[in-house]
């Protein structure tokens, strides 16, 4: 034990005389762990908000009635069918903005709790213990989350005003409930969204509709028996948004352990002759293992809790953008404010110790196989230098191969990440060997010896250097990579909305009667030149949810409807009912060619049509099929159509939305002008890259830091082989800006070793990621200025890395350079 | 004497409205009910003198906080083994006076179902609000309904309870009753006002226990054409519960000489248990008992969903040589609903033999 102790206290006095190693290794673990976890939280707090949506009524396996269109439908339907045994409940769900809140909306959930199925608990509490009298009485309750009602700045028990100017029964806090939600009755519910009589769902006790009893024949045609849940589907969704979360976090993760893995190895260099003393003491090498691992996990410990501590910081800095994506995006509520298990720190823990010790293997295990009595080679470098890259070689070969592998028979999303992971970590790897190689090939043409020593000294400092070089690699490709695809997206996203937005207006009726009201009154409006109607069936299809629309006046939708590929006379043929077409993420997931058939469930039988044309649906996860109407309204008899599009001159657009909204109860988010639309669509698409961009920055900063304390710990070894160039008569600011450009030249080379890299990585991204991911695939475009930028950036980073060393060797003294030929070993 | 089902439906829906009063050991004072509150709270009070008239009265009383429709019927197949069946329909008004045809409508409907047969005791529960048409009672012509299972009126004969139709199902049992009556409904305590307890808590309250019971019962698959005799009650209060009520015991009995018996026992904390009952006579005749006429006796005890209950009692009336001794059709006609009671069809021997019902609560 004792023995222990001042192995201990010998291998910590490193740290001691070298703080800034300590700083490296602190630091590097810091970063990995925080934005590690960081990302972690952020997936763990957005699937815990699907788990609580998803207990909301009871459980996983839930069964419900819903209309064919997916719309509202009447009460009574709930009346007849529990007036025919069967023991259904009614559910109306709606969005409902309170006044003086903004734009935020919160999910409405009306319930009946006396019919809800029983077994049935609510947001997992059982349902006895819910004060039932004071819900159904007046003036009842609205349960909210707490985290929803500090994130409205409310108090328990306040009685806010819907925009409509609707009271909402006072709202209690209802832990475990779903964030963004507000439950109250049914009745409460109807009188709030407007809708007297309509109900959104009629929910099945899952043991009633597993023996699936047939329908009355009257509602047969209405509505239909949906399985599923929605916090199931939104985790189904939603998997590949977190799994670009993960990726990104695991970048960060191995580009901080670079930096551990650079200066544990440092420190386990400087360390040899006093490893091979404490030995000779008679340390053991059990022992001596001991303390070294003793000594990583402490460190690991101690930064695993800062980084713990920061990830948080970031994850709540982040979430409100990650919140926002996943509504606008998939109509998921994430709980806006950050509430983490104890698993989440005890996980982030343990990752950061294993990352350690991963990032340390290598130096441990060196030091298991250090020789008692050999001297130390310091000349041997060459040799070492030159094993070392062989097997950087071969790893890198190997990687590529792998990469190439998952390039030609990939057909997942993981293996889409195993394509991005061989790539990234295999050109970084290629990297010291590449430039090497360059290096080498540079030295004959170098005539004067001092150019001579610039090249070869740069080769020598390739290994010190190389970690970082690497680090600075990956950053700069993600970079390159996420920045090149995240603006293509942006530019045919825009493209892509301004051709299909075309209509100035879009109105959503409430109900089929009201949508009858509203085609009618608009007939009567002169300034209306065209008004297109469309009809909306919920679909389906494999399991995947697909809505089918059906439409009439094809010709204003062939100017405006953008596809993909098309048959010949695609949209004639859609007119005559010969066919259908669908969206291109559709096509993927069901695997469908222009020219194939496919067979639609109908409540008619299977309607089976031919694949006209494909078409971009970007950004919406659920599937999207287009058919005309008369086809549509055939097999789906007494459907009224979902929403308008109307044509008109855009200055009278405010004046018929005004007349519209005085005629009708139509709240603004049933009545939506186009400049409306295109700069809402515009705001969700900021917000999903948000997160993404900011990760990013995070990663290039965490490179460049990486380069700095490399540069760092290199620039305290360099004295020693600088002096002998100062004691032949080279100038110490000489000596200082040989030296610059020795960093800034690997700089340079590895920056324009990222280039070609990041466009592959981009190339991957719209290709291979973004298809596998979200079924679109996005034409790659390069930006220029953006790389430029990006490039200016990076030498920045690397002057003001590697500005400070050589500020210190430009001012050492004459007496420094002379003792470090005494302090040489 | 509903004074008990007054008890046992405000205990029900209790046990509904809050989980602290499902403890069946000790009901909860009536003050505790959430959302009863005290007895005046703008619900109508139960007043003597007034009088009934039919068939306004076989309708809702919204005015009125509690209310309900009892059906029970002993019926025997055609190999002549016994059958009970109990149909029932809660009333419970959150404030008083609600009418609305909408959500707003403040009634709480609950049903029971049960059917016990030579294999056993099957049951079944729902709950409904009012206003929107999944339960509701509809006075002429006389209908109560919840979900699928209805009581409903199919002549206007008799005040409306001429002939009758009911029906209603569970989980592996339904059955369907036509019922038949000619005599008039009879009134109960004083022309329909019916005191309870001690503490003068009463209700309005009538009984038709004259019904001829006819139809078919269907039991795990099986169908069982049947035929028997059957009991109505309705009776509708506001009035909360003395807090020192423990729970009742109460039979109603159709003797084969063609009377009928109704009695009950409030069992209060102090030992003085309250005691009333009717005798009605073949021909319609109400005669009111005395707690000092009744004589009620357990006789056997059994383990019932882990408590101990009287199922076996002698009673005696000696006003009238009325001495029997009962037994259950089944021990364990247990309804375990969210309000546990015991209720099922018995069968007696002694100075006037037949078939009735028994129902037991707080034990």
Partial sequence: MRRLYWTLAALLSHWRRHPLQLFSVLAGLWLATSLWAGVQALNSQARDSYARASQLLGGAERYSLVARDGGWFAQQHFIELRRAGWP???????????????????????????????????????????????????????????????????????????????????????PQLAPGVLLVDIGVAQRLLDAPGQVSRLLLPAAFARAAPP????????????????????????????LNLSALGLLAFVVGLFIVHAAIGLALEQRRVLLRNLR????????????????????????????????????????????????????????????LAPHWWLGGLLVCLLGALLAGAGSLLRAARLPLLALAQPEAWQQAQARWLRRQGWLAALLGGVALFALLFGDSLALGFVLLAALLLGAALALPVGLNLLLEAWLPHCRTPLAQWFVADSRQQLPGLALALMALLLALAANIGVGSMTAGFRQTFSGWLDQRLAAELYLMPVDASQAAAIEAWLAGQPQVRALLPSW???????????????????????????????????????????????????????????????????????????????????????????????????????????????????????????????????????????????AWSGRVFERTFAATAALNSLTLGVAALALLISLLTLGQTRLSQLAPLWALGVGRTRLAWLSLGQTLLLAVLTLLLALPLGLLLAWCLVAVINVQAFGWRLPLQVFPGQLLQLFGLALLATLLAAAWPLWQLGRSTPAALLRSFADER | MRGQHARISLALLAGLLLLAACDAETPAPAAGFAGLGGAAQGFARVEPGRLLGFPADHGAHPDYRIEWWYLTANLQDAQGRPWGVQWTLFRNALQPGSREADWRNQNLWMGHAALTGPDGHRHAETFARGGIGQAGVVAEPLQAWIDDWQLRSRSPANGGLGE????????????????????????????????????????????????????????????????????????????????????????????????????????????????????????????????????????????????????????????????IDTTPLQEQAWMATRFPYWEGPIRFSGSHPGVGYLEMTGY
């Fill in chain 2, 164 to 323: 009758l139709e009911l029906q209603a199902r569970g989980e592996g049992f339904s059955y369907r009753l036509r019922l038949t009556s000619e005599r008039p409904p009879v009134l109960q305590g004083a022309q329909g006002f019916s005191q309870k307890s001690g503490q003068g808590q009463a209700s309005y309250y009538y009984s038709q226990p004259f019904f001829q019971a006819e139809g078919s019962l269907l039991v795990d698959g099986k169908r069982h054409a049947v035929k028997g005799q059957a009991w109505l009650d309705r009776e509708w209060s506001s009035q909360p519960l003395a807090p020192d009520q423990q729970g009742w015991d109460w039979f109603s009995l159709h003797l084969q000489s063609g009377e009928k018996l109704m009695l009950f026992q409030v069992r209060q904390a102090d030992g003085a248990h309250y005691r009333a009952g009717t005798w009605i006579h073949a021909d319609g005749r109400a005669e009111p008992l005395s707690q000092a006429d009744i004589q009620m006796q357990p006789v056997r005890f059994s383990r019932v969903a882990g408590r101990r209950l009287p199922t076996a009692w002698t009673l005696r009336i000696a006003a009238k040589d009325f001495a």
């Fill in chain 1, 280 to 339: 000779t003491c008679g340390v053991s090498l059990r022992g001596l293992l001991v303390a070294l691992v003793m000594e990583l996990g402490a460190l690991a410990l101690l930064a695993g809790v800062a980084g713990l501590l920061s990830g948080y910081a970031v994850a709540a800095w982040l979430l409100p953008d990650v919140a926002a994506s996943l509504r606008s995006l998939y109509g998921a509520e994430v709980a806006g404010r950050l509430s």
């Fill in chain 1, 88 to 174: 259904v409940s009614p559910l109306l769900q709606g969005r409902l903005r309170l006044h003086g809140q903004g734009e935020q909306r919160l999910q409405l959930i009306g319930i009946e709790p006396l019919t809800l199925p029983a077994g049935g608990a609510l947001a997992g509490q059982p349902f006895e213990r819910l004060e039932l009298t004071a819900f159904l009485g007046r003036p009842g309750r609205s349960w909210i989350a707490a985290e929803t009602l500090a994130e409205l700045g409310l108090q328990a028990g306040a009685q806010p005003l819907s925009a409509s100017g609707q009271r909402l029964p006072p709202l209690t806090v209802w």
């Fill in chain 1, 215 to 242: 329908l009355p024949a009257a509602l047969a045609a209405q509505l239909v028996l949906q399985r599923g849940d929605e916090g199931a589907d939104l985790a189904q969704l939603t998997d590949s948004f977190h």
């Fill in chain 1, 536 to 678: 909306r069936v919920e679909l389906q299809l494999q399991g995947w949810p697909a809505q089918l629309t059906g439409i009439r006046a094809q010709a204003h939708y062939r100017e405006h409807w953008p596809l993909l590929s098309a048959s010949a006379q695609a949209w004639q043929r859609l007119q005559r009912q010969q066919g259908l077409m669908l969206s291109e993420q559709l096509a993927r997931r069901l695997d469908l060619q222009l020219g194939e058939r496919l067979r639609l469930p109908t409540p008619s039988g299977a309607w089976e049509l031919e694949v006209l044309g494909i078409y971009a649906d970007y950004g919406n996860p659920r599937g999207h099929l287009l058919v005309e109407a008369a086809g549509l309204q055939r097999h789906w008899p007494g459907l009224a159509p979902r929403s308008f599009s109307l044509r008109l001159p855009a200055a009278e657009v405010p004046a018929l939305i005004q007349a519209l909204q005085e005629e009708f109860a139509l709240d603004d988010s049933r009545v939506i002008d186009q400049a409306a639309l295109k």
